[in-house]
Structure formats: structure tokens, C-alpha cells
């Protein structure tokens, strides 16, 4: 891989944020969790260990729709080895929410174990033994009897009159409606100059981390303890003791290591509640991990959607409208926040563009497929390819460039803030310097290989730093979540962050480390950071999602960090006889300025601190600061991404020959480790252009295939960063965990347009699998 | 056994201190620690069970001084399961520190491993192995050469001159001399019209808890982890850190049931740091517990002192002046707080007396036995003993009655505050009011079976609440130390308390539950307490010691609920937009006062302070307050006790008949609590006056026997409560723990006194065994 970052210095607007000379913050520190990772110390739940586990295999319907109408444990409760077998009908009333609904959703919660059966794969029972083998053949000797319906499969077909209803009492499959933005828009469409319409299908995909999910869990009649591997740890918490009847106090989640999360493991499973359920009633720990076969129909998919977009811009190419329609794909029933992630597609969907006027219809659709829940990106990547497929064909129909045509309709920095059409606050940034920076950056691929070649261009705007804790009194629904830290000063001077943001590959433990060590004012190799464990850390709402870790987590440690220096501070004013403001803390000493002699070091403050000793009037013993960061509102990051593609017009096969992405994600805490969390994101996009889907037969039966694009598939990914602070943060960092994500479809898609310029207005659907492409050059 | 508490009303003074009304404080809340104890659930050291654990054996000294000059290992490294062996060699910078220094004591630390030779029962080596077994029997194999020095045993011969020196580079084995009080009292006795001069002998005791110390160690190559018996699990976790060169943060140690401490566990021992030591090499967990064997010589005596008082009285009987020389054995070098024992026996000596001159020298003195440290009473069992004895022999003398010649002398509750000749400052309490109701409780045995029968009388002030954290300015020694809570409501309502005070028994995790449902408000099965692990709890400089749990522990809970109530009551007027003065809480809901319609859940505010959802300006998210208490001075706790003897002449064997207390400790949280603590304390009381002592052979070998008292001596205890608030304490509660164990040794004396009136002024030394008894009637 190239690495091209830095070339870009560091803007000098909204250095305000940046107040401490800076040693760790915005240096390549390396990531201090991979000597732990990379030398399998790591602490995911396959590695707990707990004398007298059992362990679970859960029982899977084979159907897509239907009804459980009997369940014959009795011989297999009497096999050898079993310990436990449970079936709807020991938990009728076990129930798990729906953490975010969309405006006027139908359901709001859904049960674990559901005698209706609406997808492929619903877990139907558990059975428990004494070894994992013995619960496998348990498991298939359970007889479950049933009754088939038929399914409906495909979110355009669960619309179509005559199609099977998962929720006959509701009449529909539509389980939530509704339009953001311009009541006038479809008026303003038509009465544009020019109006371009396609509609996109995207596939449906899967976050896929490397590590299945799983649950150790054990309950000792007082206490559930659950290892798990969650991005949300409180969230799971507060979903188990709530299930449960049991008081939040009494469950404690720990996830020491997750390895990848990508949204699929923000919430709570029906799968992991079970597990959890057979702890407590064996009264013994129950180990339990997703089977390789079951992983595509047992842990939430997403992206599934169709688009019906159009462009109206008037004879100067002008952005007069965006009026776009979704059906959005929710599979069996609202999940953890599926119906959520196509808001998120519409209030995204304007990007970096003015428009006079922009409308966006949302319908979540029920399917007979497993529901659809977050994947990072979070519905942006399709806003993204929508508008940007819309732009470029626009282009090409009037006869702009592409680029220039951006630039035209593109917000100006002097344009921000900024709200939207559909109410987005866009708060920093220079969105055309990223894309000229871009233009410069792309050079084309020129090679005689019989391929047909093109580039293709994205820009996005992208909500990070999910934040504001608000709720429509009294109507429990959440919005966001504040962070909170805990920051202690060991009388040694050693430092611990303790944070409710969990460690998911994004290298948080390191970046959070670079930053208290900042901000403190302690080497780096002094501070230790804890994390996902619910007894050890601070309350996360909604723990590490949403590209927000290091922009709220790090807010609020920036909070507790500057607390503690006062109070640092204000010991050693005591001891020194000396004014605050005269007073400068480094190198282990805090020394009256022009004065060498007069300090006292860090060691006998934190001393005194702890013991209690020699305090100023009014501060109290320790040196423990607890800090919430609520942020005010949302902050955007920005990018423009571009692809040099090749395509194969014997085959349709398609390579991505280059890559590159121009982005801004504010103060950059590592940008070694924001670089890698791109790359990596842009791969997962690769994949959803050209080979990711799940695909289901009519019936309702997922196909096994499911190819992840690998080294062969992903380029060199050259990464360019500018640096706008956020004003809304308290260290001016914005979200970067999921940029990656958003442009790749888009660009890779306008890339295969404009190589292949005689289709360039049918390339609509992702994947564009070589059959694909193949089947729109030969129709 | 009676239960006959609560007989007197709670006194109307003072009652400031509980401004709430009470549910739970005060009443007899069934102990809820008891299910877990009683079941065999109890988290002791001997349960956990940690998968490869490795078994230590610690091979000890078996002369009393001397020198080890080799230690041939190799032999058994090569046994078959042996994993370690670990000499003085292998540790020779590993040294623990006294924490608590006396006055100009000579020596602060100590090694871990020390090839000089100070008493039998010194650890010389540490062998691990696969198995307990392996490591007893390759124990036993070691081969150690050793050079053997004359002993010395008992503090008088160690003074004299020509007896062996423990630290020759010393000159002498006084490791500290200072002396307390007025300089002109020898002058002021020397005046008097009577002078009683007596000398006073303690036997060495030993705390004797009923779970034995064990470690069970494990290091990860990071943090050290360290399950232990103990009282103070933050002090082991820094006297690790610090003699293992890690960051604080890196050494967790739990302590979640502790079996009885007494004061034995009060500190980190050298065996347990050894079997750290021995973690840490290996890198695998390491367990070890004391054997019974090594009991008496592995845990710290206590109590071994000699006194030399003088009582100087005028011809009214008015106390003129009191003058003790203390003698005390430290063992063979000051431990975690030895010498300091001695201090506080010198600082109470004037008990609830008015003296016009008061002087006590203190001397500790090395010798070749186990070393001192503290023992429940810390002292102060010693300092009534002495003066109440020498109080009984002038009334016999003068031909007062004992309880007049108190009282004429006894300080009023007009007189008080009172600071003493030797500077305590008594802060509040009715001394003649408890011994005036202790003399309406006692009634004489009257019974014809040839046995002798007397009534013995003792009155004390006790230090409790330990608390002031004073530190002579960069002298690095601590007098005492704060507490700290965190509380927490939860979503559901439910309430945590964590606390770094320890369970060790005295149900502290009833009586914290006690007092934070009644101050937060809240039902007492909604609250939890979390208790005896580093990394769950907030920081205690002392732990569990010095009568101060609840006291300084509960204070620092009322602070903190306090806090809670007052953000909840914040973010209810908000809600109700009324004023908080408006609002009160109770029954799950805070409501305008007169308004019942106005009213908001608390799981409504608690789901809206953790969510972040319409908080009034300025308060920040969550309901977790946490607050510290550092007392502005100890508070004092006082109490009278009387015993009732047989004395049978034939064999001189003393039976204790009848019992009974008058003690005041404050409010009380759990008076039934209260009473189990006076109730135990004075068994062992009772046991110190009559039955324990470890025997040294003049050589320094410990005898075997250790006499403790059971059911057959230690007769009904009668008690009685007095309620008198403390002035000092957030929640007017004074320590209660030691309260039992200071009255009994001079009661019990007294009461033989009275008895056998012939040998009165020769009943001095404890414990009065029959043989002693018997000695002192033959000659």
C-alpha cells in the first residue's frame, strides 16, 4: 500500500481546539492492543474459561414463514449429556426492544422466541449439554413440528398487491412511512429543465467480523455475569436485566476484546438472550458461538434497499430538486434499529450539494428474510450512491464534466454551517477542497489490455459523533448518547482512562491513551486504559457505534483530563504558595513559571491527593475526575473518493485498479490509525459494489455463498487527510470509523459508467458481479 | 444469652444528626450477608479456584535468631512437580514498609526475605509446586544451614543489660522511647498523699480470625491480581505495587469475604507478598495458605507489654496525677504498626477521668518472637487495665467504693468537649451516666458451691472513626485516612454503594445497605453493596480497621446520598417546574407537598439522568455521586462494664458468671449488629483476661497451646445501649468494633480482686489462669 497522508498540513482555521502542545495527539503511536492481538493474548469470549461450562446449540427454523405448531423435546431431554432443552414456551413473555424507531413504526419490540416463524434461521429452541458435540446432535434430533406459508422475498414484492403478509392483523407489510423534507419538491421536479430518474437496487449485505458472536454467560443465583463480544456492553446490560426482571445492578456484561463489530454486534441477539436465559435457570456458565452455517441468517444483515431517485436541475446545471423514494428492506420485523438506518439514508441523501429543494419517502418493508439491522455506514453509502449515480448521469446527459459539475452545486466553506433541506446541521469543513485535492490526486491506469477503462468520482458528507441525548418527553425514544470517562491519577502517577466506549479493532485503546496523555501531561507508557467490562467502566448508552468512540469518548476524557490538571494545579498552588495561573505542569513537575526551584512534583501531589494530605480549602482527597460529554449536536466529516476501474467486457468482470479517498475527519488523534480504519472501510465498500450479497431463493432460503472481497479484489488505497476541527467537540475530532464505507459503492459504480459510457445509465445495482455487468453489456 | 438492648431511650440531645426520617437506620435489619455465610457461599480465598493453579509452601526458621548462611536448593528443583524456589537470594531489595511509625522509631521497613534471623517461624524460602503436597514435601527436603545466636524473650529481659541484641549496629533493643504528657507528673506523684504503685503484666495474644491468611496470585505479564484475606485490600494493593516496582493500576487485588480479621489483616504480609513474588515468576496463578502449624508464629501477636503506673490521689481521693512507664514488646522488629499500638495505649490511658498531671513513656522493644501488630483495641484493652486496676486498688486502700471513687473523679457531660492531658479531644457522651446504669444492671451470683465471689468494674473512653489524614508536611506518615463512596441509582431505581471498607464480618453490608436506603429513599432490597476489590471500589487508604467502617465509611455514604437525593429532587423540579423546596420524595416518587397530582417517578428521573434526557441546565448526565469524608478528628466512644467471678480457691480456675455493657456509640444503623460486635468482642475480652497467652521457651520456641475461650467461659452478656450522636461523624454514628475488647481484661481483674481481697494488689498480670491463680493464693 502507498501512504500519501500528511500532505495536506493542518489547516490553521479552529486551532482554538487544539489549546495543549500536543506530544501524542496527531502522532503515528503505534496501536498498543495489537501486541495482545497479533499474539492470540487477545481477550475475546472464545478464550473465557469457567470450570463446569455447558454449552448450546440453538435450533433454527428451516422455513422462511410458517408456524411452530409443536416441539418434541422428551427424547432428547433424556439423552446423555443434556441438560436443558428450551422452547417458546418456556419464555412466552421474553421480549427484546427496538432501541431506535422511525416516525410511526409499527413494532416496537419483537420475541426471542416465536412460535410464528418469519425468516430462515429464527431460533425456535436451545438445547444444553455437557459438551458442545453432544448439544449439536441433541439439537438435530429435536422434532419440530410445522406449518408452511408462503414467503415473500424482496422489499418491492412484499408491496405488490397478493403478497404474503407477515403481520396479517396489520393488513400490510409496510411497517413504517414516511417523508423527510419538502412538501413541494415533486412540484419542483416537475418543473425542471432537465430531470434525470433511475432506480437502484442494492444488495443486501453482511457486517461479517471476524469473530463470530458469543456468550459465556453464568449466573450465581444473585448476579448475571456475561462475556460477549458487543460493541454496546451497557446496552446489552440494560436489554438482559430489563428481559430478565432483574435489577441493572445485578447484570454485568463483559466484552474485553471484540474482534469487529461493523454494527452487527451493537445490540442484543434473540440467540445471546437465550444463552443467557440457560445460565440462569442451570445455575451453571453456558458457552455458546454463532455456527459458521448459521452466520448469514443469524446476525442482522443490512443495506437491502431500492431507490427510486430524481434529479431536477435547470439548463445551467443547477441542483433545482432531489426528490427520492426508498423501500427500504427490514426483513422479518424492526431489529435493534433497522427501520432507523433508512432515515439515516434520508437525511443524508443532499450530501455536500445546495438544492432548492430536496424529499425523501421512506417505507420500511417487512420480508421473509433475517431482519436488517446496522452496518457501518449506517445508510449513507446508499444515499451516496443514489445522488452520486444521479449526478454523473446528469453530467453525462447535459455534458459537464463530471467534477466541474459538483464543484457548481457544491457548499462553499463560507456557506457553513449550514442546514440542510432535510434539517442537518453541517457544522466545518471545506467540502470543494476536498474534492480539487482529489482531482489532483487521480491519475488514470493506461494500459492496452483489451479492458475498458474509467473513473469515477464520490462525494459525501457524513454524520459522526452520534451525540445528543435528547427525547420527546417521556417517549423513550433515544436519539444519541452522551459519554462519559473516569480519569484517575495513581499515587505513582500511573493514569487510568476508564471509558463505557469498547475496544472493536479501531485501536480506541491506543488513541485514548495518546489523548489523556496529552492531556494530562504524562508519557504515554503511564497510562493505562480500561474498557468493556460494565463493572469497571462508566455508562455508555450507546457504546462504540456511529463513528462516535473517540469524538464524544474523547470529549468527555478531554473533559476529565483538564479537571484533573486543575485539581493538579490547584495542590500544588497550595504547596507552593504560589498563584494557579503562575503554575506549569511538565515532565512529572509542576513548577512556578521563571521560578526552577520552586515545584513539587507529581508524585507528592498525588500523594497528598490520595492520602489526604496538606489539600487546599475545599478540594477533596484523590485524584479521580468523572466527565460527561454530551455534545450539542452532531458533527459532519466530509470525503470525496474516487476509483480507476477495469472492466472485462468479455466476462463483466470488474477490478478496481486504483484508489483514492480524500478525507476530513477533524483533529487527528493517529492518523496511522484513521488511515487504517479507511482502508479498511473503503475494502468493505469495494465489497459491497462488486461481489457482497446475500441472496435468497423465492422461498426464503439464503444461498451459502457470500464472497468477501480480499487482498485480490482491494488496491492500493491512497489516503489523503485534511484536518477542519470540529467546533462542536471538545478536541475538535470528528467520527472516521465508517468514511470509508460511504463513497466506494458510488464511486466504483460512476466508474463502471464511465467505462462503459453505452450502459452508463443502467448501471443502477450493487453488487455489479461480473454477471451483472455482463448481462447489461449483452441487453 | 439475654437480649436486653434498647432499654434506654435514645437521648434527645443531638439529634441534628439524623435529619431524615429513619426506616432502616436503627432498626434490627436481619444480616444479609449471613445467607452467604451460612450456606457456604462465602467468597473466602480458599474458594477460588483459577485453572493451573501452582501451590506454595513457605519454609520457615526454626531457631529465634541466628543466621542463615546457605540454602541448598538444587536437589529440590529437581523434584518431579517442583516449579520454584525462591531464597533470600532471589529477593533481596523486596521490603515492606511499617506504616504506622511511633515517635524516633529506629527502623521503617523490612526485608521480605532476610537471611538475619529474628524470631522462629521467619520465612527463609518459598517452594512451588503442582500440588499442595509436592510443595510441603520438597519443603521439608530443603536443606538450610543455619548459625544459631542466644535468644531473647520478653520485653524486661531484652532491656537488661548483656542480653542479646536483635540489631547489634543498635547498641540496644529499645527501637523507640518517647514519652506523652505532662513533664512535671513524676513531681506531681511524688507530692501526692497517696501513691498506688502497681506493675503490670499483658500476654502476648493472637487475633486468631477463623479463616487462616491465603493468597491466591496470578500476573498476566501485565497486571497482578491478588485474591488475599484481608481488611485493606488498597493498602496490599500499593504495598505491592511499590515493592514490585508496577504502576498502582497494575495490581488488583479482591478481598470479597474476609473470615474475621481483628486487626491481623490488616497489611501485607511477607508470605503473601512471597507468594506474589512467586506469581509473578511463573506466570501462572500461585495459591498458599497459613497452616495451622505455622498460626501462632506467622500472624502478628499483640497485647505483650509490661506497665509500671502509678495512681496519685489526694486525701479527698481526688486524681492528682496518673504515671505509667510502658514496656513493649515489639518482637523482632516493628511490623505494620507495632510500635503504634504502644502510642495509643499512652494516649488513652486517662480513660473518662479528670487528672491533674498524666505522663506515660513509651519504650518498644525488640525481642526474638513473631512480631507485634495490631489486635481489635489496639492498645487499649492495656491502657484500662492498668488504670482501672490501680482505680480498684486505691478504693480498697482509701476504703472507697470503687463506683464512688469513679464517679468523683469521672468527667461530667458538662465538661465536655474535653481535650485530655495527653491530647485526645473527647467530643461528646454521658461517661457517669453509663456507669451509673451499669451499677442499676449488675446483680451478684448468689450461690454456696465454695468458690469466692466478686464484682469487678471497668470504665474507658475508646478512639474510634479513625479518621484525620494528617501528615507532618512531606514526612510520609499517615495518621489515618478518609473514606470514599460511590453511589449510584440505576435506571430501574436500584442503588449500588461501593465502598472501600471490607466485609469482614461485621456486617458492614447490611448496615451501609441500612443507611443508604434511608438516605436515598428508596426500599432496602434495591440496594447492593459492593465491597473488596480494587478495581470496583473506591479508594481506602486503611480499609476496615480502627472501629472506623461505618463511621467514616457511612459518613462519606450519607454525603453521598445526600447528593443523589438533591439531583434527583434538581431534576424533578425541572420536570415539575416547581421549586426543589417544593418537592419531597418518598415511596418511588418525588411530588409537589399538597399537590399528588403534580409527581414523577424515580425510575422516570433515574431513566432521564442516565439517558441524558431533559436535564435541567447544568446537570450532567447520570446518577452516580461520589463523595469522600475525612473526619475533622477522631470521635470518641465510651462504655462501663462489669464481671461477675467464682473463683474456686482449690484450683484457682476463675469462672466469668454474668456480664454485662454500657456502651455508646452514637446512632446505631443496626443495633442487633451492634450488639453481636460488643457481645463477640468482649469473648475475647474475656479470653485475653483469663485464657490466651502464647508461651515462649526462654530460647524463643512459641509453645503449641493457644488457649481460646468457648461457650463453657464466656457466660450471657447483658447489654446495654446508650445513643449519645457524634458531633464529629456526618451521620453521628461512632465506631463500635473494638468496643467489647477494652473493658473485659480489667473488669475480669478487678472482679478476682474483689474476690480474694487477700492477694488484690498482686492481681496483675493476664491472663489469670488457673495456675496463676493458684500461684498467687499459695504464696
Not at 222 to 235: G, K, R
Not at 320 to 339: E, F, R, T
Not at 463 to 468: A, C, D, E, N, V
Request: negative net charge; charged residues 20%.
Amino acid at each position: 500500500m502507498l501512504f500519501l497522508a500528511d500532505r495536506i498540513d493542518r489547516p490553521v482555521t479552529g486551532v482554538q481546539n487544539q489549546a495543549m502542545d500536543d506530544r501524542y495527539v496527531g502522532a503515528r503511536t503505534p496501536r498498543r492492543e495489537d501486541a495482545r492481538l497479533l499474539t492470540g493474548k487477545a481477550r475475546y469470549v472464545g478464550a473465557v474459561r469457567l470450570p463446569g461450562t455447558a454449552h448450546a446449540q440453538v435450533v433454527r427454523s428451516p422455513v422462511a414463514h410458517g408456524r411452530l405448531l409443536g416441539c418434541d423435546t422428551e427424547a432428547v431431554r433424556a439423552l446423555p449429556g443434556v441438560l436443558d432443552v428450551i422452547t417458546p414456551a418456556d419464555a412466552p413473555d421474553l421480549r427484546l426492544p427496538c432501541v431506535s424507531v422511525a416516525p410511526g413504526q409499527r413494532m416496537t419490540s419483537y420475541r426471542v422466541l416465536d412460535d410464528e416463524i418469519r425468516y430462515a434461521g429464527q431460533p425456535l429452541a436451545v438445547v444444553v449439554a455437557h459438551t458442545p458435540e453432544a448439544a449439536r446432535d441433541a439439537a438435530d434430533l429435536i422434532d419440530l413440528e410445522l406449518e408452511e406459508l408462503p414467503a415473500v422475498v424482496g422489499a418491492e414484492r412484499a408491496l405488490a398487491a397478493g403478497a404474503p403478509l407477515l403481520y396479517p392483523e396489520l393488513g400490510t407489510n409496510v411497517l413504517t412511512d414516511f417523508t423527510l423534507g419538502d412538501a413541494d419538491c415533486a412540484a419542483a421536479v416537475a418543473g425542471a429543465v432537465h430531470v434525470v430518474e433511475m432506480t437502484f437496487t442494492m444488495g443486501r449485505c453482511s457486517p461479517y467480523p471476524i469473530e463470530p458472536r458469543g456468550v459465556v454467560a453464568c449466573y450465581d443465583g444473585d448476579e448475571l455475569t456475561v462475556h460477549i463480544s458487543s460493541q454496546a456492553p451497557h446496552h446489552v446490560r440494560e436489554h438482559l436485566a430489563d428481559a430478565f426482571r432483574l435489577g441493572h445492578d445485578q447484570v454485568r456484561v463483559i466484552s474485553r476484546d471484540t474482534g469487529g463489530g461493523f454494527g452487527a454486534k451493537e445490540h442484543l441477539y434473540p440467540d445471546e438472550a437465550l444463552i443467557c436465559l440457560a445460565a440462569r435457570r442451570l445455575g451453571r456458565p453456558v458457552s455458546w458461538s454463532e455456527a459458521p452455517g448459521d452466520r448469514l441468517t443469524a446476525t442482522l444483515a443490512a443495506r437491502a434497499a431500492v431507490h427510486r431517485g430524481r434529479l431536477a436541475l435547470d439548463g445551467g446545471g443547477r441542483f433545482v430538486a432531489l426528490d427520492v423514494d426508498v423501500i427500504g428492506d427490514l426483513g422479518a420485523h424492526p431489529a435493534n434499529n433497522g427501520a432507523a438506518t433508512f432515515a439515516v439514508t434520508a437525511t443524508m441523501m443532499p450530501g455536500p450539494y445546495r438544492f432548492d429543494r430536496v424529499a425523501v419517502r421512506v417505507r420500511g418493508v417487512a420480508t421473509n428474510t433475517t431482519p436488517a439491522g446496522s452496518y457501518r455506514g449506517f445508510g449513507q453509502p446508499e444515499a451516496t450512491l443514489t445522488r452520486e449515480r444521479l449526478i454523473d448521469e446528469a453530467a453525462r446527459r447535459l455534458g459537464f464534466d463530471p467534477i466541474e459539475l459538483r464543484l457548481r452545486n457544491m457548499l462553499g466553506p463560507g456557506e457553513l454551517p449550514y442546514t440542510t433541506r432535510v434539517h442537518q446541521p453541517y457544522d466545518s469543513g471545506d467540502y470543494p477542497r476536498a474534492l480539487r485535492t482529489l482531482r489532483d490526486l487521480v491519475k488514470p491506469v493506461e494500459r492496452d489490455d483489451g479492458r475498458r477503462r474509467g473513473i469515477g468520482y464520490s462525494c459525501h458528507v457524513e454524520t459522526t459523533g452520534m451525540g445528543p441525548s435528547t427525547d420527546l418527553r417521556g417517549a423513550g425514544i433515544q436519539a444519541g448518547g452522551y459519554e462519559s470517562v473516569v480519569l484517575r491519577m495513581e499515587q505513582d502517577t500511573s493514569v487510568v482512562v476508564s471509558s463505557g466506549v469498547v475496544s472493536i479493532g479501531q485501536g480506541i485503546e491506543t488513541t485514548l491513551a495518546q489523548l489523556a496523555a496529552d492531556r494530562v501531561g504524562v508519557p504515554i507508557d503511564r497510562v493505562r486504559v480500561v474498557l468493556g467490562d460494565t463493572a469497571a467502566t462508566p455508562y455508555s448508552a450507546i457504546g462504540s457505534i456511529a463513528s462516535r468512540s473517540m469524538a464524544v469518548g474523547g470529549g468527555a476524557l478531554a473533559r476529565a483530563a483538564a479537571r484533573l490538571r486543575d485539581k493538579l494545579v490547584a495542590i500544588a498552588a497550595h504547596r507552593l504558595e504560589a498563584a494557579p495561573g503562575d503554575l506549569e505542569l511538565a515532565d512529572g513537575v509542576v513548577r512556578v513559571k521563571g521560578d526552577p526551584r520552586a515545584s513539587v512534583t507529581l508524585r507528592e501531589l498525588a500523594t497528598s491527593a490520595w492520602r489526604g494530605w496538606d489539600l487546599p480549602e475545599g478540594v477533596t482527597p484523590g485524584l479521580e475526575e468523572r466527565a460527561s460529554y454530551d455534545p450539542a449536536a452532531y458533527t459532519f466529516a466530509y470525503g470525496a473518493h474516487a476509483a480507476a476501474v477495469a472492466v472485462d467486457p468479455e466476462t463483466g468482470a470488474v477490478e478496481v485498479e486504483r484508489y483514492w479517498v480524500v478525507n476530513d475527519s477533524g483533529v487527528l488523534v493517529n492518523p496511522a490509525v484513521v488511515e487504517g480504519q479507511l482502508r479498511g472501510a473503503v475494502a468493505q465498500g469495494i465489497g459491497q459494489a462488486l461481489t457482497e450479497e446475500i441472496v435468497y431463493t423465492a422461498d426464503g432460503q439464503p444461498m451459502a455463498d457470500y464472497l468477501l472481497p480480499t487482498a485480490r479484489e482491494v488496491p492500493d488505497i491512497e489516503v489523503v487527510m485534511l484536518r477542519t476541527p470540529s467546533p462542536i467537540t471538545p478536541g475538535g475530532m470528528k467520527g472516521c470509523g465508517e468514511s470509508g464505507t460511504i463513497g466506494p459503492p458510488a464511486a466504483v459504480a460512476n466508474a463502471v459508467a464511465a467505462a462503459l459510457p453505452e450502459i452508463a445509465e443502467r448501471v443502477t445495482d450493487v453488487p455489479l458481479t461480473p454477471q451483472a455487468v455482463w448481462s447489461l453489456l449483452r441487453t
